[in-house]
Nanobody
Framework: QVQLVESGGGLVQAGGSLRLSCAAS????????MGWFRQAPGKEREFVARISWTGSTYYADSVKGRFTISRDNAKNTVALQMNSLKPEDTAVYYC??????????????????WGQGTQVTVSA
């Protein structure tokens, strides 16, 4: 059973940076595609970024150029470096395993083993 634990969230001013981390246990991490999603109050969960087991990456247009997803297979972790943060980036951020890649990288239905989430709040 795969378990994911996110960390690194917090309160930051607009224009600032945060680095989220997701630690995985169970499964074969090095062969898994990993994704980050976020959910703001009253909104649906939305795709942020995905990194394949080969290292290829996808980003939502809203974060492209500001966020960077990376992975460390030796440590079973995936990170999300967030720069130039905006108030609209405020949300709970989740990592998950892309267990059904046939749905593509963007749909939550393609993912499973969601972590508990970490809150990111960006003040204006």
């Amino acid at each position: 059973q795969v378990q994911l634990v996110e960390s690194g969230g917090g309160l930051v001013q607009a224009g600032g940076s945060l680095r989220l981390s997701c630690a995985a246990s169970g499964g074969t991490f090095s062969k898994q595609n990993m994704g980050w999603f976020r959910q703001a109050p009253g909104k649906e969960r939305e795709f942020v970024a995905r990194i394949s087991w080969t290292g290829s990456t996808y980003y939502a247009d809203s974060v492209k150029g500001r966020f960077t997803i990376s992975r460390d297979n030796a440590k079973n972790t995936v990170a999300l470096q967030m720069n130039s943060l905006k108030p609209e980036d405020t949300a709970v951020y989740y990592c998950a395993v892309n267990v059904r890649p046939n749905y593509g990288p963007y749909l939550p239905r393609g993912y499973d083993y969601w972590g508990q989430g970490t809150q990111v709040t960006v003040s204006a």
